[in-house]
C-alpha cells in the first residue's frame, strides 16, 4: 500500500491532534490533583492555624498580665490584673477547647486527636493555675 502526500499528512495530523487530546487530559488530570491537595490545605489546615494563633496571641496577652501583676504592689490594681488574666485564660482554653472540637486535621500527632484536654502537663498547669488565683484572693 503507497501513501500519497495527502494521506501521509492526514495520519501526521491525526497523530498530532490524538497526542494534543492525550497531553489535555493528562494536564487536567494533574491540575485537579493539585487542585484537592490545596483544597485541603485552605478546608483543613489553615482553620486550625488561624485557631492556634488566637491562642497563641491569648497566652502573650496572659504572660504579660502575669508580668504586670508581679510588678504592681497596689492591691486594687492586682485585684484588676487578676480578673484580665482570667479572662485571658478562659479565651486561651475556649481557643483549645474549639480546636480539639473541629479537628480538621485528622493526623495522628495532633493534640486533638491524642486527648490534649486530658494530657498530664495541661492538668497540672490547670491544677497550679487553680491553686494560685485561690490562694491571692
Known sequence: MK???AKKMIVL???AILGLII?????QYYINQVFEKTNYVTINTVPSIVILDDVSKA???MQETVYQHIINTDDSVMTQLDKTILE?????????DTYEKKQYHR???CFADQGYSRHPERIRHDQRAASWLVAGQ
Open 3 to 5: 501513501l500519497t502526500v
Open 13 to 15: 495530523l491525526s497523530i
Open 23 to 27: 497531553l489535555a487530559v493528562s494536564g
Open 59 to 61: 497566652y502573650s496577652d
Open 88 to 96: 485571658h485564660r478562659a479565651k486561651m482554653n475556649e481557643g483549645l
Open 107 to 109: 493526623c495522628q500527632r
